[in-house]
């Protein structure tokens, strides 16, 4: 018989066994890694298993997880039937369970690892995507129901870990929305069990604990959604705040309610891991309104696929300003008939079209523009190593923003004062 007092919000996980994949996302100081650790030991007792315990860095294990499980196994009073072995880092239970240890930096040691039917991935945000499916064709075992507890701070919802238990919108794909957890603190979708936690389901915290998080609202507000209310979010200084999407055809009514629209359409190239994306744009001059109304957004295609697909602009001989830096790309595309032009760049173009694109008192976007809406939406700015905003770099590489810069390379946004340059080619 074990005694130990827990927090009351983690009761229910600590004895669920019910669901292939637990999901645990809280703030600062919650307990979740502490509850994680907990349900393995008192799993790992009950039943013979071997348990593998991951994080990106091997090395981080040491001060984080297994110095917390040893702690327990401590507190419990099972340090000696319980072994912590420490080179290489491992935990032996009397019934022939086990804990082993093993970090994402180093995969090939995780290709001899067999019979695992639990894996904990702490900080499962630091994992990349590759090395989450890796680790779901090492989960198996003849007999025993398999299991995956994955524990993190909510980070930005670009990370792998939202578009997958939560929801991608590029992939159309959708599973839970994060505020319903938020609301719920506890649910269950399909095979996977959701639990979110603050510092108040703490009850060993010190109340001057939470005051230091509480003051991070003035200091730090992305901080604040991450550390004290345990949420998801963009981190980072977001650069376009007045982006918006609307209905497609809320979006198309409003372009044609303007007097004289000023539409224009970019296209940026790609194969591989770029894309090539190609929007077509109406601009409110007046009431400076930039609108995204349609987007091609494709990879891996070949010129001639790709011309194929977007035979409609060849047909109407609407203008593309494309990416000056693939010449061959639309010296072959004017070959095929389309009515294609270099975009105009230079030294400094980058941080100029984005300053540009801000002076629009709205972005809006329809909703039929998915991969706009991703890569737009919640674009924030890289930062240097003194934490400086860098003004032509992006966390992102965004192919649509790339296309935007090409479409309005000759049209200037007016500025705060009024005035304006005026194009004549805005009047086609």
């Not at 499916?133 to 003849?142: D, S, Y």
């Not at 108040?200 to 998080?213: A, C, K, R, V």
Request: aromatic share 12%.
């Amino acid at each position: 018989m074990i005694e130990k007092e827990v927090n009351p919000h983690f009761e229910d996980f600590l004895f669920d066994w019910q669901h292939k994949f637990y999901f645990l996302v809280g703030g600062y100081g919650s307990s979740k890694s502490y509850h994680v650790a907990l349900k393995l030991i008192l799993k790992l007792l009950d039943d013979k298993r071997t348990a593998l315990v991951v994080r990106e860095v091997y090395d981080t294990h040491r001060d984080s997880t297994y110095s917390l499980l040893e702690e327990i196994v401590t507190d419990l009073g099972l340090d000696g039937t319980i072994k912590c072995i420490t080179s290489p880092m491992q935990i032996r239970f009397p019934n022939g369970s086990k804990i082993i240890f093993k970090g994402m930096d180093k995969p090939a040691k995780l290709k001899s690892i067999n019979n695992v039917s639990i894996v904990w991935v702490e900080e499962c945000s630091e994992v990349k995507y590759e090395g989450f499916k890796e680790l779901t064709g090492r989960l198996r075992h003849p007999t025993l129901p398999l299991h995956m507890i994955l524990s993190t701070n909510p980070v930005s919802t670009s990370n792998w870990c939202y578009k997958y238990f939560f929801k991608d919108s590029k992939k159309k794909h959708h599973v839970l929305d994060d505020a319903d957890l938020y609301r719920d603190r506890i649910t269950v979708v399909k095979n996977t069990y959701y639990h979110h936690s603050t510092a108040d389901d703490n009850l060993f915290l010190p109340p001057s604990y939470i005051e230091q998080l509480d003051e991070l609202k003035i200091h730090d507000p992305d901080l604040h959604r991450v550390a004290r209310k345990g949420q998801f979010g963009v981190n980072g200084v977001v650069v376009f705040p007045q982006f918006q999407t609307q209905t497609h055809e809320a979006v198309m009514a409003a372009i044609r309610a303007i007097r004289k629209p000023i539409m224009r359409n970019g296209m940026d190239f790609g194969f591989q891991t770029s894309y090539n994306a190609l929007l077509r744009l109406a601009v409110d001059h007046n009431e400076k309104i930039l609108y995204i109304y349609w987007e091609y957004y494709k990879n891996k295609m070949t010129d001639d696929r790709t011309a194929e697909e977007i035979d409609e602009f060849r047909q109407s001989g609407e203008l593309i300003k494309a990416d000056s830096a693939e010449p061959k790309t639309i010296q072959f595309f004017r070959q095929k008939g389309f009515n294609m032009r270099p975009a105009k760049k230079f030294q400094g173009s980058r941080a100029q079209y984005t300053k540009k694109i801000k002076r629009f008192k709205k972005i809006i976007c329809s909703d039929r523009c998915p991969n706009a809406i991703e890569e737009l939406k919640e674009l924030t700015f890289a930062v240097d190593k003194q934490g400086e905003i860098i003004e032509d770099e992006f966390t992102i590489d965004p192919h649509t923003l790339s296309a935007i810069w090409y479409a309005l390379d000759d049209y200037e946004v007016s500025d705060l004062k009024g005035g304006s340059v005026w194009f004549p080619e805005e009047r086609r």
